[in-house]
């Protein structure tokens, strides 16, 4: 029986890859003493690892396919085939930004000023390049985490680190003054895994219902019954993915429309809806758009 080895982003990622994963068909089920998750699946097989490391493994094929952020690709020059970029993170579905921080009263206010400084980060070898790509010399450090500790406690000049909003990095009394990358979450195959005909079509489905799954996570589905003498004035108002479906009832001047929309829309769209009309209005979730 052909198997696929798919790994699972363990850490930040973790949580909202298991809901993705959820919402697109499969349960997986981690234990805190279980590096091999179970799926539902019998054409899967799993490891739970840290996303920094994700990308050596996968080239090196002792996974074929895993999820990971841009940024450790990048960081680890790994030579895998990206297949998917799937735009979430852990709290949300936007990139998130590397950046270069320093403390609020610093005299750093640019790249150049870093010269012959030093600079505590988890992407050590994305840093480097960084800078000696623009002829700056700077001393890289290696930071196993709280990154910005090592800033308050005047271990380094200046840190580079990853923020969605950069809330956490101004609480801790940083600003930060230049952004060297965005990253986002992606999906990575090995090269001979995406030769082979029979894994490349399960990575392909996989990519296709997670892809699925995110698209529907902003959206939702509302079903309403209209007169059909009003039924022009409420399509106007429909926003659609293409054109919303349109039902007669049954032996009545009614018809019922169903449309996809977003989420954030509803709110305002509802009573307008009913102003034109429109009665027995139902919202509901969407697991997948395709």
Not at 7 to 32: H, M, N, Q, V, Y
Not at 36 to 61: K, W, Y
Not at 75 to 82: C, I, L, R
Request: hydrophobic share 40%.
């Amino acid at each position: 029986m052909n198997v696929l080895k798919l790994g699972i982003p363990k850490g930040s990622l973790e949580g909202a890859t298991l809901r993705l994963f959820e919402k697109s068909g499969w349960k997986i089920s981690i234990s805190d003493r279980n590096y091999f998750p179970e799926i539902n699946d019998e054409a899967i097989t799993c490891s739970i690892l840290r996303a920094q490391e994700m990308s050596i493994h996968v080239e090196n094929g002792a996974l074929d396919a895993g999820l990971t952020g841009r940024d450790w690709k990048e960081e680890n020059e790994s030579d895998v085939v990206t297949v998917a970029d799937l735009i979430y993170s852990k709290v949300s579905q936007s990139p998130t930004r590397w950046v270069l921080a320093v403390s609020v009263d610093s005299d750093i206010k640019e790249l150049s000023d870093l010269k012959g400084k030093k600079i505590a980060t988890e992407l050590v070898n994305f840093t480097k390049k960084y800078f000696a790509q623009r002829g700056i010399d700077v001393q890289v450090e290696f930071s196993w985490g709280a990154t910005e500790a090592k800033l308050v406690a005047g271990l380094a000049n200046a840190i580079v680190d990853v923020t969605e909003t950069g809330s956490t990095i101004r609480a801790h009394g940083l600003k930060i003054i230049h952004e060297l990358m965005q990253s986002n979450t992606i999906l990575i195959a090995n090269k001979d895994a995406w030769e082979d005909s029979w894994k490349r079509s399960k990575i392909e489905q996989i990519a296709l219902l997670l892809k699925g799954a995110l698209k529907a996570e902003n959206m939702v589905g509302l079903k309403m019954n209209v007169p059909k003498k009003q039924l022009d004035q409420v399509i106007k108002l429909l926003p659609s993915i293409t054109s919303p479906t349109i039902a007669n009832l049954l032996e009545s001047n009614w018809v019922s429309v169903e449309v996809m929309v977003h989420t954030e829309r509803v709110r305002e769209l509802i009573p307008e809806l009913i102003k034109e009309g429109a009665e027995g209005i139902i919202e509901y979730p969407l697991n997948k758009v395709i």
